[in-house]
């Protein structure tokens, strides 16, 4: 009979697996870091001071936990292979002090001072006198009602998109009609909740043109993770432009009537406002402009004539939890006039 022998290094086989997990880790890491960088949602790739901000702390935060990690394995590694021997109590103590209490403790604080020191900046608000324009957000179940206020000017509602000109400071206030949802756009700064009873509020400043996405980032419910919107930074004259086009009716009221009588006549306007129609409802998204929205269903799809019908057809099943009764009893013919005339309010 062959002595037992206590394994001290892996077997080939063994070896190999645990390279393969290694290589397997090196790959997901090197491939899926680039990718989650990338993109219209990614707090790594900034279009705002405050993602920025986000950003430098992340890398500041990463390359510092790299480089613990490092020291330590190496540490571990002059332990358990070149210094085998015993180590004496006054060395043991001296270790304890040095890597165990003071490195730790002046690493920690450096790491939170950095991070308490960028705080201050991440929070500026219209009280500093920076931010000309207000945009007051309402998370409802599962969308959002977006009001622009600036000063001087009368306040135009939108819904399920917001729009910020590049260049300049805009306060949001935050505010929920139901349960908890949290306002984020990684891509320009960081988050903030919605809480019912309470304003919060959040400051960004968008310094790259472009369209990006933000979500929900607190779950609050069936379609929580289907509560997404477009973000888009416009250059501020064409800002400007599109704000100054929405405080008057869409220009497209009077296209497509069929569609509007029947908007009308099946009491659509109970709990959605078309502008300049007597379409007056507050529960559901403002739809004065709705043609010239990215998407609908508060970021779910491409904002298409068919995918309109569809929602108002089967908004429950299309999104689960939506408040908006589905309207089966409308026929084919009815909901495309709808479609059509909604995708005409540009
Ligand atoms: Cu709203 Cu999650």
Redesign the pocket.
């Known amino acids: 009979m062959r002595p037992q022998t206590i394994q001290l290094r892996p077997e080939s086989g063994q070896r190999s697996v645990a390279m393969r997990f290694g290589k397997c880790a090196l790959f997901v890491i090197g491939s899926s870091v680039p990718a989650s960088c990338a993109g219209v949602q990614s707090a790594l790739a900034p279009a705002g001071m405050e993602a920025e901000q986000v950003a430098t702390l992340f890398w500041v935060m990463t390359a510092g936990g790299a480089l613990i990690w490092a020291l330590v394995v190496l540490l571990s590694l002059y332990a358990s292979r070149w210094k085998r021997g015993p180590v004496s109590e006054q060395a043991a103590g001296r270790l304890i002090l040095w890597a165990g209490v003071a490195f730790p403790v002046s690493v920690l604080a450096a790491l939170l001072s950095y991070a308490l020191w960028l705080m201050p900046s991440l929070r500026p608000f219209a009280d500093d006198g920076d931010a000309s324009m207000r945009v007051e957000v309402v998370?409802g179940q599962?969308w959002w009602h977006v009001v622009y206020r600036r000063e001087g000017q009368p306040p135009v509602v939108s819904a399920n998109e917001i729009r910020l000109p590049v260049g300049e400071r805009v306060e949001f206030s935050l505010t929920s009609r139901d349960?908890i949802?949290?306002f984020w756009i990684p891509s320009l700064g960081g988050k903030t909740d919605?809480i019912p009873g309470r304003t919060n509020r959040l400051s960004l400043l968008a310094t790259k043109a472009g369209t990006y996405r933000g979500q929900?980032?607190?779950?609050?419910?069936t379609s929580?993770?289907l509560?997404a919107f477009p973000a888009i930074a416009m250059e501020p004259d064409d800002f400007d432009a599109w704000l100054e086009a929405r405080r008057s009716p869409s220009a497209g009221l009077d296209a497509g009537r069929e569609g509007r009588a029947i908007f009308l006549r099946e009491d659509c306007g109970d709990c959605h406002r078309v502008y300049g129609t007597a379409a007056n409802g507050t529960s559901g998204p403002d739809l004065s402009h709705v043609g010239s929205r990215l998407t609908i269903g508060a970021g779910l799809m491409e904002n298409e004539t068919g995918a309109l019908a569809r929602f108002i057809a089967h908004s429950g099943s299309v999104k689960a939890g939506s408040l908006m009764p589905a309207y089966l009893r409308l026929s084919e013919d009815e909901l495309d006039a709808i479609a059509i005339w909604l995708k005409g309010l540009e």
């Open positions: 998370g599962f349960m949802h949290s919605l929900c980032a607190e779950f609050c419910g929580h993770a509560m």
